[in-house]
């Protein structure tokens, strides 16, 4: 399975950021509002600090892995040619046995399927086969959500952590209570604070994690798939019965495209 880059996130992610950019200009707020360390440091240290305490080493020494997860896509193959490869191996193995599926085997990529095909091919019961690959599955999962949860952390605090900068400007607002000009500079430069909080909070960390737990779900699917197509290879289905629950488990306008495309 190849990588490519998720153009989506990386456009939303620009569109947040243009959003905020814009409506700074359009209300005449100068770009150079954003050049406040004390918000800065609340928001982005103060962000780190909760991480840092609510994971442990181990599921932060993969932090750069996560960040890539979120700006990079899986590339896995189309139901299409998942349900054609299927078929082709059911005829196959129905003709020239199981064993005829080694040299197949071999050149598969996807540790996964080529795990599951293995399995097919060295005998093994369908339980057994099943229960193995779920287990992975289960696995993979809770991996990607102790990921998500991350995200979904930083995402809760940084808001709160904008009040908390805010309230510091405030106070600095109210040290300089008997001079107008440097108490409205310090009120801008808190809610410079707050901005910074709910803009990484719900247009960054928050939506990361969501495009996580979306990609988690999308290879599970995907998984799932293979796991019943190697099970009826196991079993020794028809083609026409392997065709009919993979179609089952794809969107009913797929299933209309592939029919009306086999069907010439």
């Not at 093994?124 to 993979?140: A, K, P, Q």
Request: proline letters at 3%; charged letters at 20%.
């Amino acid at each position: 399975m190849k990588k490519k880059i998720d153009l989506l996130a990386i456009i939303g992610l620009a569109f947040g950021v243009g959003a905020v950019l814009g409506a700074m200009y359009f209300k005449g707020v100068p770009v150079s509002s954003f050049n406040n360390p004390a918000a800065l440091l609340v928001i982005f240290a103060g962000t780190l600090a909760t991480i840092l305490i609510s994971f442990t080493g181990k599921e932060l020494g993969k932090i750069g892995g996560i960040f890539g997860s979120v700006f990079n896509d899986t590339e896995y193959q189309s139901n299409k040619e998942l349900i054609q490869m299927f078929l082709e191996l059911t005829q196959k193995a129905r003709k020239e046995g199981l064993l005829s599926l080694e040299p197949e085997v071999e050149k598969i990529d996807d540790i996964f399927l080529k795990k599951g095909l293995r399995m097919v091919v060295d005998g093994l019961d369908s339980e057994l086969i099943e229960g193995t690959l779920e287990l992975d599955i289960e696995s993979m999962e809770e991996r990607h959500g102790t990921n998500a949860s991350v995200f979904s952390s930083a995402g809760a605090y940084a808001p709160t952590l904008g009040v908390l900068g805010a309230v510091f400007g405030l106070i600095a607002a109210m040290g300089s209570i008997n001079d107008t000009e440097n108490m409205s500079h310090a009120i801008a430069a808190a809610f410079m604070a707050t901005i910074l909080g709910i803009f990484t909070g719900y247009v960054m960390w928050n939506p990361f994690a969501g495009k996580l737990k979306v990609k988690t779900k999308h290879e599970a699917h995907y998984k799932h798939m293979l796991i019943e197509g190697i099970l009826c290879l196991q079993k020794g289905e028809p083609a026409a019965v392997v065709k009919n629950r993979l179609l089952a488990m794809i969107p009913r306008a797929e299933q209309e495209i592939f029919e009306k495309e086999d069907g010439k």
